[in-house]
């Protein structure tokens, strides 16, 4: 039976819940996250693994997720344990090397897989990405510039792409967001 450890954590945009396997991460969860959440993630992905409390499993993770939320990172380097359908992945690969401080629209995102009719279908990659943050969807915005979905609201999206553009640089890119 597959184990997978849980554990919750406070950081200046809120508490964050991380699930991570025996292979990596598998699942943040964001504060005020809309959607079925880490139950719903766990019904589809994980039926039948058992999950327990163990903050010791993510001390490297909490320091990367931390030094994030302070403006201290802008890469991760831990493991991770995506569940996800090919198309899914092919986004996520995408998504995940959006610079930080940068963003790309969904027709951008559709256009670089080779899927330029896709957009719908990578909107709703997007709002299924499990490890929000570390895949940074918040930098998945609309063609125009506006800001569309995010599973934890969209003013922690605008919080996060102001945070990342706060760094040497960032007032041309902030313009640029909003």
């Known amino acids: 039976m597959e184990v997978l450890c849980t554990t919750r954590f406070d950081t200046p945009f809120g ?52 030094e994030y939320t302070a403006g201290e990172r802008r890469e991760f380097t831990m493991d991770l344990d995506l569940r996800a359908t ?17 963003t790309r629209s969904y027709s951008d995102i559709a256009n670089a897989i080779d899927k330029p009719k896709a957009v719908r279908a990578v909107g709703a990659a997007n709002g299924a990405n499990p490890i929000p943050l570390v895949i940074p969807c918040h930098r998945v915005i ?12 969209l003013e922690l999206k605008a919080r996060l792409l102001a945070m990342e553009s706060s760094l040497p640089d960032g007032e041309a890119r902030q313009e640029r967001l909003f």
């Open 15 to 66: 508490s964050l819940r991380i699930v991570s396997s025996d292979k990596g991460l598998v699942y943040i969860e964001l504060p005020h996250a809309s959607g079925r959440g880490f139950e719903g993630w766990k019904k589809i992905h994980a039926r039948d693994a058992r999950v327990l409390e163990r903050r010791a499993a993510h001390d490297d993770t909490i320091d990367q997720l931390l």
């Open 86 to 102: 090919e198309f899914q992945l092919s986004v996520y690969r995408f998504v995940a090397k959006i610079g930080y401080g940068e």
């Open 142 to 153: 609309a063609r125009d510039g506006a800001l569309q979905g995010y599973a934890g609201g």
